[in-house]
């Protein structure tokens, strides 16, 4: 089963940026995506890159977030910019299609 790690999580100001990397042995094979979970609230999609078509957003984070990959270094990259206090979450990446195990996350707080 495919495995990942996140990290680059940590406190910031509303308005500023963050970039969690995800490293995998799934990385350069086939389509990965960023989630996020809140407090009190369910796990949701943020983000996707494909092998070959360009990625896809969620609207509330469409043109803040960037989503990249590095094969080089089966690492996959969430550039976070203009972030807000409602991107507050545990945020995690997985397969897009058939999410395997969750990881642990990594914890971005924005205060205001």
């Known amino acids: 089963q495919a495995q990942f790690v996140e990290s680059g999580g940590g406190l910031v100001r509303a308005g500023g940026s963050l970039r969690l990397s995800c490293v995998g042995s799934a990385i350069t094979l086939r389509s990965i995506g960023w989630y996020r979970q809140a407090p009190g609230k369910q796990r949701e999609w943020i983000a996707t890159i494909y092998l070959t078509t360009a990625p896809r957003y969620a609207d509330p984070v469409r043109g803040r977030f960037t989503i990249s990959r590095d094969n080089a270094k089966n690492t996959v990259y969430l550039q976070m910019d203009s972030l807000k206090p409602e991107d507050t979450a545990v945020y995690y990446c997985?397969?897009?299609?058939?999410?395997?195990?969750w990881g642990q996350g990594t914890q971005v707080t924005v205060s205001s």
């Open positions: 997985n397969l897009y299609t058939a999410p395997g195990p």
